[in-house]
């Protein structure tokens, strides 16, 4: 298995990915395949410019994706993990375990000292997942909207410094 940062040259693929993501798994994202499938391609670029992304490939197939973002409105020092995924054929084989690897690789490089995210209370699965690399539940939690309400869940973790 090989993770690979989304480029210029490969955005297609995540694309593909995450319109993939969006209907396997539709909610475990706080969007929907219909608000994004019709996206034009400046769109799907510009996210390159606000979030650092991830693929995940066996071989030439692309199994799984992840995304660091920093919102306008947080602490400097902190920065969401978001648009996690992988294919159902890759699940239970450590990919997702590679991606939060290096997704908090990169956002410790960056300097950011917290990472949080946001998952559906009913996902059990991607709860244990973040657990297991030290995500805790921060208190907070809201209601999707989508698909009739999903309760979501904050879970946070606190980066090791680096000198």
């Given at each position: 298995m090989e993770i690979v940062a989304v480029t210029d040259a490969n955005w297609r693929t995540y694309r593909d990915v995450r319109l993939a993501a969006l209907l396997d798994t539709p909610r475990a994202f706080a969007s929907t395949y219909a608000g994004n499938a019709d996206r034009?391609?400046?769109?799907?670029?510009a996210r390159l410019e606000t979030t650092d992304i991830w693929l995940a490939f066996w071989g030439d197939r692309p199994i799984g994706t992840v995304a660091i973002w920093h919102a306008d409105d947080q602490p400097e020092d902190e920065t969401f993990l978001i648009g996690m995924w992988v294919s159902a054929s890759a699940r239970g084989h450590g990919v997702g375990d590679q991606l939060i690897v290096e997704a908090l690789a990169s956002?410790?490089?960056?300097?950011?000292?917290?990472?949080?995210?946001d998952v559906?209370?009913?996902?059990?699965?991607?709860?244990?997942?973040?657990?297991?690399?030290?995500?805790?539940?921060?208190?907070?939690?809201?209601?999707?909207p989508l698909y009739g309400g999903i309760r979501e869940l904050g879970y946070a973790v606190t980066l090791p410094t680096h000198p």
């Open positions: 034009d391609d400046a769109s799907w670029l956002a410790a490089a960056k300097g950011f000292a917290r990472v949080h995210l559906a209370e009913e996902n059990l699965p991607a709860r244990r997942l973040y657990e297991r690399h030290g995500f805790a539940l921060t208190g907070g939690t809201w209601d999707n």
